[in-house]
Nanobody, 124 residues
Framework: QVQLVESGGGLVQTGGSLRLSCVAS????????MGWFRQAPGKERDVVAA????????YYSDSVKGRFTISRDNAKNTVYLQMNSLKPEDTAIYYC?????????????????WGQGTQVAVSS
């Protein structure tokens, strides 16, 4: 059983930056592909970025490519999402998730474990 706790959300102006962190416990962190998802009000939860167990492969949605960076530190059991050049349309609850799939995973159903989410709000 994996427990995930996100932090780092907040309110930022357009063009600003935030770094989200997700700390995992209860399992061997390096055994999991990790992903970040987000859900805006009235919309479905969508994948933002994903990273394989040792960081060899990453994935970004088209909407964040070039602005967001996913990384992980297996020694700290932590995955990060660096978000730069933030836009109002990035406003959402951001969720960290863990998957046992040994490749990039982009579907919600690929992920068995989820954090509680952290709110990101970008003002115009």
């Amino acid at each position: 059983q994996v427990q995930l706790v996100e932090s780092g959300g907040g309110l930022v102006q357009t063009g600003g930056s935030l770094r989200l962190s997700c700390v995992a416990s209860g399992a061997i962190f390096s055994a999991y592909t990790m992903g970040w998802f987000r859900q805006a009000p009235g919309k479905e939860r969508d994948v933002v970025a994903a990273i394989t167990r040792f960081g060899g492969s990453t994935y970004y949605s088209d909407s964040v490519k070039g602005r967001f960076t996913i990384s992980r530190d297996n020694a700290k059991n932590t995955v990060y999402l660096q978000m730069n050049s933030l836009k109002p349309e990035d406003t959402a609850i951001y969720y960290c998730a863990a998957s046992r799939i040994l490749r990039i995973a982009t579907r919600q159903t690929d992920y068995a474990y989820w954090g509680q989410g952290t709110q990101v709000a970008v003002s115009s």
